[in-house]
């Protein structure tokens, strides 16, 4: 009845427990992103519930949505969620190949660094500094080789191989969405277009025997 020795068993599931994390944080910005795209809404609204989703389960301070407008060679801020989501300020609209966000556009790479203080493309050090933000990553919104905006966010902790890896398949999820939305649109446009028509020749058409007279 007495003890002569003891025999323990210990295991490691920290890496499991990591990969299991990184799993349901993929599922659940995906599921967030594709609902929201889902959605019988604006764009704008669409692309606002995407940031809302990267923030919510990628860990980022903040993130944003800048489309191009081919025209003026210029990113053009959509949606922004989580410490700031006014559409208004100094970067709602950047040139492209300016700052982070414009190379992104220009060059079509990703930009990621986990040392925002030692980043010389972070062009605003103090503003970092002061709000904790130790990490940033941007990608390009690309759909067959064509420039659709970019993604970016800020985060005040380092981002993984596995948030970074999410991140990129959900920025080409956002490019293929939007690509979407505005074939619907116009479509859609095209459509009240032919209905106006049609409804200006039956016009015509019954105007024909007054006319006649």
Not at 16 to 45: C, I, W, Y
Not at 147 to 171: K, N
Request: some cysteine; aromatic content about 6%; overall charge neutral.
């Amino acid at each position: 009845g007495q003890i002569v020795r003891w025999y323990s068993l210990l295991v490691d599931i920290e890496d499991r427990k990591r990969a299991e994390d990184a799993q349901a944080r993929q599922a659940g910005v995906r599921a967030d992103v594709s609902a929201a795209f889902s959605k019988p809404t604006h764009l704008g609204e669409i692309l606002r519930g995407c940031t809302e989703a990267i923030v919510r389960h990628l860990d980022a301070a903040f993130a944003r949505i800048w489309m191009l407008n081919k025209d003026e060679s210029m990113l053009e801020l959509q949606a922004s969620a989580g410490m700031y989501t006014r559409l208004d300020g100094s970067y709602s609209r950047i040139p492209v190949g300016d700052l982070k966000v414009g190379w992104i556009a220009r060059e079509r790479k990703a930009v990621v660094t986990n040392d925002v203080m030692n980043d010389p493309r972070v062009n605003d050090k103090g503003w970092a500094q002061s709000n904790g933000m130790v990490a940033f990553a941007g990608y390009p919104l690309v759909v067959e080789d064509r420039l659709i905006g970019v993604v970016a966010l800020f985060a005040r902790r380092p981002l993984s191989e596995s948030i970074l890896d999410t991140l990129a398949s959900v920025a080409d999820t956002i490019a293929q969405g939007i690509e979407r939305k505005r074939a619907e649109e116009a479509l859609r446009n095209a459509l009240d277009e032919i209905q106006k028509s049609e409804s200006n020749l039956r016009r015509v058409i019954d105007a024909i025997p007054a006319l006649a007279w």
